[in-house]
């Protein structure tokens, strides 16, 4: 049991008390269930919740496929207008709160709405100072809308190996070229990765508690070929393996040099049940 957890449950039994809890969120990772209060009913449907997963079947064609212009406009606006009470999350919720926070032990949380072939919508939950390793999203687009929190993300796109002449063929280590390295700060637009450019290898570190909604098509298989890879960031002059990386500067662009890794320790989350309102399928 995580440091997060034991002060988890320790609020929940105080909590307890006062005997007003309408709706949770379970824990499944503990043998004791953790819950996370919500101080007001939770809807059974959200409108809008609703219209982004039907907008969601409609864009969403299958591995292999990115989404028109449109349908990328069409589902940004939908997310742009979500609210947390759209997935049953408020402010006032004690986790968005925290009185203090001990450093090393924060953990993601990950609870997964709906998930298909086609598509999967997902809210990561990171306390503060946790991070989400930076990592790839091979064939894939995914819609990052932040619900609540300030996080810093930094997020690259491997350059293009032909315009690069010092990019050796036998190096462990890649160019990429930095798409983004800053704060962001609900409520903030939808940001879009594409499965080679709008920065599709990113890191997420929580500033604060935040609330994270993904909308990722296809999602996550291993057995089709999408797993996750890791990355370290190489600094100019040596990598691991004792070779010289140059450094690589323009007028428009900054580079960095990005090594594959193993599955970090950070990267390992506490999956949750989503217990917020349903998405209502009328497919089955």
Not at 172 to 190: G, V, Y
């Amino acid at each position: 049991m995580t440091v997060e957890t034991a002060r988890l449950m320790d609020q929940i039994r105080r909590s307890d008390a006062v005997g007003h809890v309408e709706k949770v969120i379970k824990k499944k990772r503990c043998r004791r269930k953790a819950r996370i209060l919500l101080k007001r009913p939770v809807p059974v449907v959200s409108a809008t919740l609703q219209r982004l997963y039907q907008s969601c079947r409609e864009v969403f064609k299958g591995p292999g496929t990115v989404p028109s212009p449109g349908d990328v406009q069409k589902l940004c606006h939908i997310l742009d207008g979500m609210k947390p009470e759209d997935v049953g999350l408020s402010r006032d919720l004690q986790f968005f709160n925290p009185k203090d926070v001990v450093e090393g032990s924060s953990r993601v949380s990950c609870a997964t709405i709906y998930q298909c072939e086609n598509f999967s919508l997902c809210i990561f939950f990171l306390p503060a100072t946790a991070v989400i390793p930076l990592h790839n999203h091979p064939e894939m687009t995914v819609f990052t809308k932040l619900l609540l929190g300030t996080m810093h993300v930094k997020a690259y796109d491997w350059a293009n190996p032909l315009n690069c002449d010092k990019l050796a063929s036998s190096s462990r280590s890649r160019l990429a070229r930095i798409k983004a390295n800053r704060r962001f700060k609900a409520p903030c637009d939808t940001s879009v990765l594409y499965p080679t450019s709008g920065g599709n290898i990113h890191e997420f570190t929580a500033v604060t508690p935040c609330a994270v909604l993904d909308v990722m098509g296809p999602p996550y298989s291993k057995d089709d070929g999408r797993d996750s890879s890791y990355y370290k960031e190489t600094q100019c002059g040596v990598s691991s393996n004792g070779e010289e990386l140059a450094k690589v500067e323009d007028d428009e662009d900054c580079y960095g040099w990005l090594e594959e890794i193993e599955m970090p320790k950070e990267s390992d989350m506490d999956r949750i049940e989503y217990l917020g309102p349903r998405v209502l399928d009328f497919t089955t």
